[in-house]
């Protein structure tokens, strides 16, 4: 049995917090009543800031589904430097390709902030497939937009000049945790600098010179460490052209 779920102490059933089911892209064609099937399957945990969800390496015998809360995969490079993968947020999951190849997480997963998790696992799944045909749709349909981005960064990383690269994370975050103000879009970075430079491929230091380069060029407005007020996004992008 998974580490995970022995260390689980509650049900999702009688967890108090919003059923995460109901959440997920790959349950997103399921009825109430499979809904409540899922919930009964499934177990609860919480993670602090900073505690490691799951290692690299790990069979994790089910599927980790994000309640609430945010997360980073990641694995290390040859040299021993971290390189971020994913941010995961509300509703996102880890573990679909041990679900239907057994095969072991490439990746390890961290919480980034307090982080309440959900466990399913692999033979009840398997069950829940065989009852509701259309999960396999919808875990098809996910894949294929987790391929797309992954091909999205694969191009972003072939961006030879940093600031390209900044320029596409800062259009990344925009679209998932940017706010539209009077002055512009607000974008509250998920990353620390030093976890956004592992994202990106760059040096922390080279993207505090090229967000401070363009805050001197009028571009964007620095607010703290973790918010950036870009005054003209669209603008902003076509610099990478």
């Known amino acids: 049995m998974s580490e995970l779920v022995t260390k689980a102490t509650i049900s999702c059933q009688d967890c108090t ?3 995460c089911v109901g959440r997920v892209p790959i349950f997103s064609s399921l009825g109430q009543e499979a ?5 009964a399957l499934v177990t609860q945990r919480d993670f602090a800031k900073g505690e490691l969800i799951v290692p690299e390496g790990r069979d994790l015998g089910g599927l ?7 997360v980073k995969t990641f694995r290390y490079t040859s040299d021993g430097r971290e390189r971020i993968l994913q941010i995961l947020t509300d509703g996102d999951f880890v573990g679909e ?3 239907l ?5 490439t990746y390890s997963a961290e919480a ?3 982080t309440k998790t959900c466990f399913i696992s ?3 799944f398997h069950r829940l497939m065989r009852e509701y045909p259309d999960i396999i749709f919808d875990i098809t349909s996910e894949l294929c937009r987790r391929l797309e981005r992954l091909e999205g960064m694969i191009q972003q990383l072939g961006l030879g000049e940093a600031t390209q690269r900044v320029i596409a994370v800062l259009w990344e975050f925009a679209q998932q945790y940017g706010e539209q103000t009077d002055s512009g879009t607000l974008i509250s970075l998920p990353l620390s600098r030093e976890d956004l430079a592992n994202y990106i491929g760059v040096t922390r230091e080279t993207i505090s010179r090229k967000l401070n380069q363009m805050q001197a060029e009028g571009i964007l407005r620095l607010i703290g460490n ?5 005054y003209d996004l669209d603008s902003l992008v076509t610099r990478q052209h």
């Open 17 to 19: 917090h919003s059923l």
């Open 64 to 70: 980790i589904i994000i309640n609430s809360g945010r």
């Open 101 to 105: 190849t057994r095969q072991r997480l």
């Open 97 to 99: 390709k041990n679900l």
């Open 226 to 230: 973790r918010k950036v007020l870009v």
């Open 112 to 114: 980034l902030v307090d």
């Open 35 to 39: 809904l409540d099937q899922i919930a």
């Open 122 to 124: 692999r033979e009840a």
